[in-house]
C-alpha cells in the first residue's frame, strides 16, 4: 500500500508462467474484474486506508472499472473523508484527477476541509499531491488551505524534491491562484538546489509555471534548467517541447543555442507524433501528468 512516497511506485508486475517475461495486472481482465467485483461487494466495510488505496491503485494501474464502483468509493470516501490521514488526502485527489473523473462537489469539499485540518502535518509529497489534484480537477484554491499549504511549504523546503517543485508551481499557476512573491521566490530558489534531479517533465512544467504566473526568473536558474533541459531532451514528449520553447518566449529569455538545436532535434523525432498544425498547447493538465 502507498505510504509517504507510495504515489511514486511504478506499475506492479508478476512474472508470467514459467519466470518467463513481466506480465501488466492491467492486462489480466478476469483478475481485474474479479478485485473490482469484490470492492463493490465491500465497499461500505471499507476504512480510510482501504478507500485511498484501492483508489490509488485504480489510477496507478490506469485499469477500467465499471463506474458504478468509483460512484460507490466517491460516496464511502466523502463519508470518511473526516478521518483521512493526510497521505491519503493526498492519495486520494491524485488519484481521482489521475482517473479524470467527474467528482461530485461534495467530495472536493470534504477533501479540502481534510486537508485544511492536517495541514500542519503535511510533507512535500502531500503538499504536491494535494495542489497538483485540486489544479487537475478544475478547483481554484485561493482560501485558508492555500495559505496553509503555504507556510508548510516554508517550514519543510529543504525536503523538496526538483518533482514536488516544479508540480506546485504547476498547480499555482494551473488553478489561478495568487500565491505571494516570498512563496514563488522560495520555490524558485529550491528549484535552482535541486534541479540535477529534474526529469524533463520537471523542466516543462517549472518553466510553464513560472511563466503563467509572470516570475521573472534569475539567470542562474534559467542557466540550469536550460542545461538540464539539454540533457534530457531526449525524454521530452511534444508537449514538453512545446512548453519550454513558449514559456521561455514568455519570459523573454533567449534561448540558449544548445537549447534550441535539443529541441528541434527531439522535435524532428517526434514529429510523427504532431498534428499538422504543429507543435500542442501547454496549458491543459495532460502537461503535468503525474507520474507516481
Known amino acids: 500500500p502507498p505510504g509517504g512516497g507510495g ?7 508478476k512474472k508470467g508462467k514459467g519466470g518467463g517475461g513481466v506480465v501488466s495486472l492491467d492486462d489480466d481482465a478476469a483478475f481485474i474484474e474479479a478485485v473490482a467485483g469484490r470492492a463493490l461487494a465491500t465497499v461500505e466495510s471499507f476504512d480510510p486506508q482501504s478507500v485511498s488505496n484501492t483508489l490509488w491503485a485504480i489510477a496507478t494501474l490506469e485499469v477500467q472499472v465499471e463506474p458504478e464502483l468509483l460512484s460507490a468509493m466517491s460516496r464511502r470516501t466523502t463519508a470518511l473523508a473526516f478521518r483521512l490521514l493526510p497521505m491519503e488526502v493526498a492519495n486520494t485527489l491524485w488519484a481521482l ?6 467528482v461530485e462537489p461534495a467530495l472536493i469539499e470534504a477533501l479540502r476541509s481534510r486537508a485544511l485540518t492536517t495541514a500542519d502535518a503535511f510533507q512535500p509529497d502531500q503538499i504536491d499531491g494535494t495542489l497538483w489534484g485540486l489544479a487537475v480537477l478544475g478547483v481554484r484554491e ?24 516544479a508540480n506546485v508551481l504547476w498547480a499555482l499557476a494551473t488553478m489561478n491562484a495568487e500565491p505571494d512573491e516570498e512563496w514563488v521566490a522560495l520555490l524558485c530558489r ?26 521573472t526568473p534569475s539567470e542562474e536558474l534559467i542557466g540550469k534548467m ?9 525524454t521530452f514528449g511534444t508537449k514538453e517541447v512545446s512548453c519550454t520553447l513558449s514559456a521561455l518566449e514568455t519570459m523573454k529569455v533567449e534561448a540558449h543555442p544548445s537549447l534550441l538545436e535539443a529541441m528541434r532535434r527531439q522535435a524532428v523525432y517526434l514529429a510523427d507524433a504532431m498534428p499538422s498544425s504543429g507543435l500542442p498547447g501547454c496549458s491543459l493538465p495532460e502537461v503535468a501528468e503525474d507520474e507516481r
Not at 148 to 161: G, Q
Open 7 to 13: 504515489r511514486k511506485k511504478k506499475k506492479k508486475k
Open 226 to 234: 536550460s542545461a538540464q533541459a539539454v540533457q534530457k531532451a531526449h
Open 97 to 102: 484527477a489521475k482517473l479524470r473523473v467527474e
Open 190 to 215: 529550491r528549484a535552482s538546489d535541486t534541479s540535477e534531479g529534474c526529469r524533463g517533465r520537471d523542466v516543462a512544467n517549472l518553466l510553464w509555471g513560472m511563466a503563467t504566473l509572470g516570475v
Open 142 to 165: 485561493d482560501g485558508p488551505l492555500l495559505e496553509a499549504l503555504r507556510e508548510k511549504t516554508v517550514e519543510s523546503i529543504d525536503a523538496f524534491s526538483a518533482q514536488n517543485v
